[in-house]
């Protein structure tokens, strides 16, 4: 069929994805795996995991919660690394054109993965194994197979269709200029008073960031002792795991070491977007970006606070007595 006047077509798609598979089986595949799922050969020596792309989740993006990568999100991490972790800089690696192409291929490994668990879905309310079991107690096995022959023929094709544009649709979304977390504004003022807000919004009610990142923001808050519980049944070993039932430690700020970036931005949008997969969540729209702001002062402020949290103002009364001669 051919083109009419305002149709996109895109050429050399292929030869694109083709260029980046042989650069990712080549530096990312016994790492990430060739699937994506993030169990390549050396993954299980690996702390933390590699990412597994086929849920479409990735740690560290500029776009709002939830939502998937930016391009650029991409692109920066293969710039940059990922600072204490095991993910290297391929800029020595890689020139522009071969760091485009293996973008294009992660997110073909990431789109492709959650299209299937989308198929799977589609067949698993009625089909899966288990469903079958018990459909048997008051259907004829041949009664299934002849429902599932009418789903193939009658329904799936518009479940094909659907699901692949429902997922294009929200990877077209991620690089769209709104859907970019940008403050609404500039960034406070690095003051004490400012980083002493942050400080009473990260131990407060309202954000509670000591909660899993301990008053002094060591990693060491409460939450990390605790059995989390899925299905109705404690995990065997105590703390937070991510999406994938890993382990996961909260960041240790004192350490100075920020795996998403150490740009008051980076802060910023790990705050307002949480982390997704892992238990960092959205504090977007819950407090003005004004105190987000000042959350970001006082956690880039930590890693040179010899005392995290006793920021003295002008003014105090320990201030007073110390400038007293």
């Not at 008051?138 to 429902?147: F, G, K, N, V």
């Not at 940008?182 to 002493?196: F, K, L, M, N």
């Not at 990390?224 to 299905?231: A, L, Q």
């Amino acid at each position: 069929m051919a083109p009419t006047a305002g149709d996109q077509v895109i050429v050399g798609g292929g030869a694109l994805l083709q260029h980046g598979r042989v650069l990712y089986m080549r530096h990312c595949s016994h790492c990430h795996g060739t699937s994506g799922d993030g169990a390549g050969p050396t993954a299980e020596y690996l702390y933390p995991r590699p990412r597994d792309y086929r849920n479409g989740l990735f740690k560290f993006t500029s776009t709002k919660s939830l939502m998937r990568p930016a391009r650029a999100d991409i692109h920066r991490i293969l710039k940059n690394g990922i600072p204490g972790t095991y993910m290297p800089s391929f800029v020595p690696m890689l020139d522009e054109a071969e760091l485009e192409a293996t973008i294009e291929y992660v997110r073909f490994l990431a789109m492709r993965g959650e299209y299937e668990r989308k198929m799977v879905g589609e067949f698993s309310g009625d089909y899966s194994q288990e469903e079958f079991k018990k459909r048997l107690e008051s259907e004829s096995r041949q009664e299934i197979l002849d429902a599932l022959e009418e789903f193939y023929v009658d329904e799936l094709p518009d479940y094909i269709v659907d699901d692949a544009d429902d997922l294009a649709s929200d990877w077209e979304a991620a690089d769209e200029e709104d859907n970019i977390v940008v403050p609404s504004v500039p960034r406070i003022e690095d003051t004490p008073a400012s980083r002493r807000r942050g400080r009473e919004l990260f131990v407060g009610g309202k954000l509670n960031c000591a909660n899993c990142h301990g008053i002094t923001g060591q990693g060491n808050g409460p939450q990390t002792e605790e059995y989390e519980v899925v299905d109705n049944k404690p995990r065997p070993n105590p703390g937070l795991h991510d999406a994938w039932g890993h382990l996961v430690k909260p960041r240790n700020l004192t350490s100075g070491i920020y795996r998403g970036g150490r740009r008051p931005i980076d802060i910023f949008r790990r705050l307002y977007s949480g982390i997704n997969g892992a238990k960092m969540p959205a504090f977007g729209g819950k407090i003005p970006d004004e105190q987000l702001w000042d959350v970001v002062n006082y956690v880039l402020s930590i890693p040179f606070e010899p005392e995290p949290g006793h920021i003295q103002l002008p003014g105090d009364a320990t201030a007073a007595a110390v400038a007293t001669p």
